[in-house]
């Protein structure tokens, strides 16, 4: 079985619940969602979306996956699995999941099931589950799946909610969390470092007033939408 993979890189994890840790990144290609309220290319991983992009990606067995991985393990890195929507391919990627003895964080819009109970390594995976708010765009019965969320959350259960933000959606995030005891972390819209700023202090300020976790954005602030970083 192979895998449409966008891009392997080795980098520092620059937002959420472990931002600051040593990463390598497992991007693959391809998703369910669109995004078009993110802006004309949206998603700000566009290159991993858009099929246009598709000659781009590499078809990748498991055992290339682990030796591209393999070369960073000299630094204890956390494994990063993301996209595009990774739990399209989350048969064919489980052999990787067992494989890895690290902390492992799956990046995902948490609308795509699994069957813990037939993959039982996936709930010692921390999901950041990225529940798109109406600010991307995307349909609400689209875009949120409330028994696939709760599975995630009762499952995985160091799993957190990772919401970018750049007006005061808290009734979006309450309807989406609601009865949901993991942790809420919010970071600004921005596909780079001048429109990260320009929303940066009213999402401090609001995640200030709601009790939730600020995340900044720092492959972002430094880079933009550079690849591989």
Partial sequence: MRIPISEIFYSIQGEGKYAGHPSVFVRVGGCNL?????GEIGCDSYYAVDRAYQKEWKSLSIEEIKKEISKYLKFNPHLVITGGEPMLYYDKLYPLVEWFDNLITIETNAT????????????????????????????????????????????????FFKFVIDMDLKNEIVDITEKIRLPIYCMPLGASKEELEKNAQFVFEFCLKNGYCYSDRIHIRLFGKKKGV
């Fill in 34 to 38: 669109r995004c078009p309220g993110f």
């Fill in 112 to 159: 795509i099931g699994i069957d813990f109970e037939k993959y039982p390594k996936y709930k010692d995976v921390v999901f950041a589950m990225s529940v798109k708010l109406s600010n991307s765009g995307e349909e609400y019965n689209k875009r949120v799946k409330k028994d696939i969320i709760k599975s995630y959350a009762q499952n995985a259960q160091k799993s």
